[in-house]
């Protein structure tokens, strides 16, 4: 039972340790909403460069 603690002390100290270095720059940011249609044209991912497709065409679509 001790070993379970003890491992668990560790672990969550180490998590601490990450997010505190890997959050620093988002300290004091505002968070603002955005509508769900917003955040999901955001993070939706483009189809792939077609093989027929230049490159100046697929940037222009990205």
């Known amino acids: 039972m001790n070993n379970k603690i ?3 002390a560790l672990l969550s100290s ?5 997010a505190s270095s890997q ?4 300290t004091g940011e505002i968070v603002q909403k ?4 917003e955040a999901y044209n ?3 991912p483009h189809a792939p460069k077609d093989e027929f497709e230049t ?5 222009s679509r990205s």
């Open 34 to 37: 955005v509508s769900f249609s």
């Open 14 to 18: 180490h998590s601490a340790v990450f």
């Open 23 to 26: 959050c620093s720059n988002f």
């Open 55 to 59: 490159t100046e065409q697929y940037n």
């Open 6 to 8: 003890f491992i668990l």
């Open 42 to 44: 955001a993070v939706t």
